[in-house]
């Protein structure tokens, strides 16, 4: 493993003492309230963050001091875990300790992805060059996922993270959402028009591999129950979808299984078929996946306006449901009212993203259709999709004071 030098140790020692100086302000406290406020089922004040994930060649490269490539990791991560409240003044919580996981993987089918990435500093587009040309004749190829532990780099990056800054902020491992991803990785082996036509054409070999990653996930999960792996998935502990796992209905401490901890599913790739054909090839596999987990999330870019009455309304442990633009937001919206489910929004971005002055007009008038179509919903707002703010962090902080006042104007409890 790389050393660190004595510079670059000095560089993160004094982040990790800012985040630490955040982490006990009284902003801190005010943002975890209504953080615990979700978690409780209350509807009092929404959530709302803009998210960096795809732009962080922006904030964060720049802004990057240390000159070995492990602490500039390092460094990222604590640099990352500021941005909401450094930049943008926006509700992202903030730890006291510094946060690691195990070095766990899960792999559903037994080839691996071929993927071409577009050029540039923030390439954003790819192409799949398909690993499977005719699934009816190939899908025997796709079994034998795997999964496992490397305890050792796991030991190994925790004694180092204790012995440079752990006197600052305490080292604690957390787990994120259990993962369950069946048709994106299916999709990255074979194409997505290739997937669409064989529904129709060879359905047989679209059931197969579904099970066939099915078992594979099923078996991971009792991998980290036998192995002592699970984790609590509580309070401020990473959830898909860049949200956070603040629930009273979880354990804190003593996870011994999958069903008491959170779970993660989508299928933004079936999200042109049918309701009726998302309940053949797809729900059933996610309701036996959705079964271990204690509480769901669900949902990325898909809609899930047409599925919600026949399906997804069925998982009495769903708890956050993602909507996006392409939803009809208002019909989504009379579908939560009331409910423990948290209206997850990630609103339209261009509004952002545009080259020139952001029209405040506009972007008022569009997070009023959202706070409009979330009345009566547990409401989380996640700004996501953002590929650049160009470079213009007040940019960022105005879009979340606009987003704030529209939901202070337009949402009701």
């Keep these: 493993m790389e050393s660190i030098t004595t510079g670059d140790r000095e560089i993160i020692r004094d982040r990790a003492r800012l985040q630490r100086e955040y982490a006990h302000s009284p902003q801190n406290d005010a943002i975890l309230k209504k953080w615990q406020a979700l978690a409780a089922g209350r509807r009092e004040m929404p959530t709302v963050r803009l998210l960096f994930s795809n732009f962080r060649h922006e904030v964060i490269t720049p802004r990057l001091r240390c000159e070995g490539q492990q602490a500039r990791r390092i460094e990222a991560q604590l640099l990352g875990t500021l941005i909401g409240r450094e930049l943008f003044d926006d509700d992202t919580p903030i730890s006291h300790t510094f946060d690691m996981s195990w070095h766990t993987y899960v792999r559903p089918f037994g080839i691996e992805p071929e993927i071409t990435r577009a050029e540039g500093d923030n390439p954003q587009g ?125 354990p804190a401490e003593g996870v011994t299984r999958s069903t008491e901890c959170w779970g993660f599913l989508e299928s933004q790739e079936t999200t042109a078929i049918s309701a009726e054909s998302f309940g053949e090839f797809v729900f059933p596999y996610q309701q036996r996946l959705a079964n271990r987990f204690g509480l769901l999330s669900y949902g990325c870019c898909e809609r899930v306006d047409a599925i919600w009455p026949d399906y997804l309304s069925k998982w009495s442990n769903l708890r956050k449901l993602s909507v996006s633009p392409f939803n009809d937001e208002p019909r989504v919206g009379e579908y ?44 989380e707002i996640a700004q996501r999709e953002v590929g650049t703010i160009h470079g213009d962090f007040e940019r960022g902080r105005q879009y979340v004071r606009l987003a704030k006042q529209a939901v202070d104007a337009y949402w009701e409890p």
């Design 336 to 379: 939560l009212r009331g409910s423990r489910v948290v209206y997850y929004s990630k609103p339209r971005a261009e509004f952002v993203t545009c080259s020139g002055a952001m029209n405040t007009a506009a972007i008022l008038e569009s997070f009023k259709g959202v706070c409009e179509a979330a009345r009566g919903c547990l409401f």
């Design 126 to 250: 790819f192409h799949i060059n398909p690993m499977i040309r005719d699934l009816a004749d190939e899908v025997e190829r796709l079994r034998g996922g795997s999964f496992g532990v490397n305890r050792a780099s796991t030991k190994q990056r925790r004694e180092l993270l204790e012995d440079l800054l752990g006197d600052i902020l305490p080292v604690r491992m957390v787990m994120g959402s259990l993962p369950g991803a069946l048709t994106n990785p299916l999709v990255h082996l074979i194409g997505m028009e290739a997937y669409y036509l064989a529904m129709y054409d060879c359905p047989d070999a679209v059931h197969a591999a579904m099970e066939m990653g099915t078992q594979v996930y099923e078996q991971y999960y009792d991998f980290l129950e036998s192995e002592q792996l699970l984790l609590p998935t509580n309070g401020l502990s990473p959830l898909a979808q860049e949200s956070f796992a603040f629930t009273n209905e979880l």
